[in-house]
């Protein structure tokens, strides 16, 4: 709504509509990821008599599907704020089970490579970054 002031004195009831509809599809999505992980854990850890790495990338891949409750237009924006979490919870891992070495501050090379991943489309592919983000350079 901040970014869209003037228009919501032109059309106050479409801008509304459309913010109410975005606000429930996030939430659909938030309640919906949130409510497949905690069910699939505990069905699986039933199930399978065991809470193991198994469970947990089952449980992940079936709560991606939720992403699809969320419009089109924001699933990129998901894409650049879960992707560094992603390399880290990866790099942490791989630090856990001995396969490689930890770095003291390792979280800038994750920020370097994220910065990197938004620089390159910023050059390249301008239309995968929100236009709202392009205006605030």
């Known amino acids: 709504l901040a970014y869209k002031r ?3 004195k032109d059309k106050p009831f479409s801008i509304l509509g459309h913010y109410v509809i975005n606000t429930l599809r996030s939430t659909l999505f ?3 990821a949130i409510t497949i992980t905690r069910y699939l854990m505990c069905f699986l850890k039933n199930y399978r008599g065991k809470i193991d790495n198994i469970n947990v990338i089952l449980t992940s891949l079936i ?4 992403i699809f409750f969320e419009s089109p237009n924001r699933r990129d924006d998901y894409a650049f704020y879960f992707f560094p ?3 880290e ?3 942490r891992t ?3 089970n001995g396969y490689v070495k930890g770095i003291k501050n390792g979280e800038i090379l994750i920020l370097a490579f994220t910065m990197g ?5 910023y050059q390249k ?3 995968k970054i929100n236009k709202k983000y392009l205006k605030i350079f």
């Open 125 to 127: 592919d301008p239309s």
């Open 63 to 66: 709560c991606g599907v939720s």
């Open 94 to 96: 791989l630090v856990y």
């Open 89 to 91: 919870a990866a790099w």
């Open 85 to 87: 979490r992603f390399l």
């Open 6 to 8: 003037n228009e919501i």
């Open 30 to 32: 938030l309640a919906s």
């Open 117 to 121: 991943t938004i620089n390159y489309f």
